[in-house]
């Protein structure tokens, strides 16, 4: 399984993928993941990914996303680099236009309605699922919050009375 960047990188048409009838798979290094980067501990880490052709019951065509590994991630509490293990799977359900979402759809957790005539790479499709399920506290067991005691200063100044009467 090698990385792919031509797939990655042209954009995304849902339709002839379904056609084709083949999933893609290959490895993406974390440095491609430009919004994500900042927060990412080492660039040089990959993930795993696969995308699989489907057609929903419907008929309308579909996509399942996958992304999976382990990434060292900056831990938004301490500022310590930390391991993450992701593991995303989605299903993108494609429509021809905004209107053709049927508004009970916009609202389902279970997959994504994208719109075909809004182009999108699969670099950059793939790159907005991990960040939907970016953690958003800590990233690690143990981790809290560096507070006034840890950097040396009294916890309040109610404590700093206290040692004057003592």
């Given at each position: 399984m090698?990385?792919?960047?031509?797939?990655?990188?042209?954009?995304?048409?849902p339709?002839?993928?379904?056609?084709?009838d083949?999933?893609?798979?290959?490895?993406?290094?974390?440095a491609r993941?430009?919004?994500?980067?900042?927060?990412?501990?080492?660039?040089?880490a990959?993930?795993?990914?696969?995308?699989?052709?489907?057609?929903?019951?419907?008929?309308?065509?579909?996509?399942?996303?996958?992304l999976?590994?382990?990434?060292?991630?900056?831990?938004?509490?301490?500022?310590?680099?930390?391991p993450?293990?992701?593991?995303?799977?989605?299903?993108?359900?494609w429509?021809?236009?905004?209107?053709?979402?049927?508004?009970?759809?916009?609202?389902?957790?279970?997959?994504?309605a994208?719109?075909m005539?809004?182009?999108?790479?699969?670099?950059?499709?793939?790159?907005?699922e991990?960040?939907?399920?970016?953690?958003?506290g800590?990233?690690h067991d143990?981790?809290?919050?560096?507070?006034?005691?840890?950097v040396?200063?009294?916890?309040?100044?109610?404590?700093v009375?206290?040692?004057?009467?003592r």
């Amino acid at each position: 399984m090698s990385e792919h960047p031509d797939l990655l990188a042209q954009v995304f048409d849902p339709v002839a993928f379904v056609r084709g009838d083949a999933p893609w798979s290959g490895k993406v290094a974390a440095a491609r993941f430009a919004r994500a980067a900042e927060q990412i501990g080492d660039l040089a880490a990959t993930l795993d990914w696969r995308v699989e052709p489907e057609r929903t019951p419907e008929g309308r065509a579909a996509s399942r996303l996958r992304l999976e590994g382990v990434l060292p991630v900056v831990c938004p509490h301490c500022l310590a680099v930390a391991p993450w293990t992701v593991a995303i799977e989605r299903l993108v359900v494609w429509y021809r236009s905004a209107a053709a979402i049927p508004e009970e759809e916009l609202e389902e957790e279970n997959w994504d309605a994208r719109v075909m005539d809004e182009p999108i790479t699969l670099l950059e499709l793939l790159e907005e699922e991990l960040l939907l399920a970016w953690p958003q506290g800590a990233v690690h067991d143990g981790c809290a919050l560096p507070g006034p005691a840890q950097v040396g200063e009294p916890l309040s100044p109610f404590s700093v009375l206290l040692q004057m009467e003592r």
